[in-house]
């Protein structure tokens, strides 16, 4: 169940869609038969590891 707790939302200021990342998550999430936020939610993860590993 998605409840406030677990949902996150984002926003893609100006600056950054040129990069257009929605398109570039969707053909990959395509691609690779994920789907975005299984895509988004990863990235994430990898990203806290590997700040919270320059820590140690």
Same mark, same amino acid.
């Given at each position: 169940?998605?409840?406030r707790s677990?949902? @996150?939302? %984002?926003? %893609?200021?100006?600056?950054?869609? *040129?990069? =257009?990342?929605? *398109? =570039? @998550?969707t053909q !990959?999430? #395509?691609? #690779?038969? =994920?789907?975005?936020?299984? !895509? %988004?939610?990863?990235? %994430?993860l990898q990203? @806290?590891?590997? #700040? #919270?590993?320059?820590?140690?």
């Amino acid at each position: 169940m998605v409840t406030r707790s677990n949902a @996150l939302s %984002i926003y %893609i200021p100006k600056r950054k869609a *040129e990069h =257009r990342p929605i *398109e =570039r @998550l969707t053909q !990959l999430a #395509e691609r #690779e038969d =994920r789907s975005i936020n299984y !895509l %988004i939610v990863d990235a %994430i993860l990898q990203f @806290l590891d590997r #700040e #919270e590993a320059k820590d140690s």
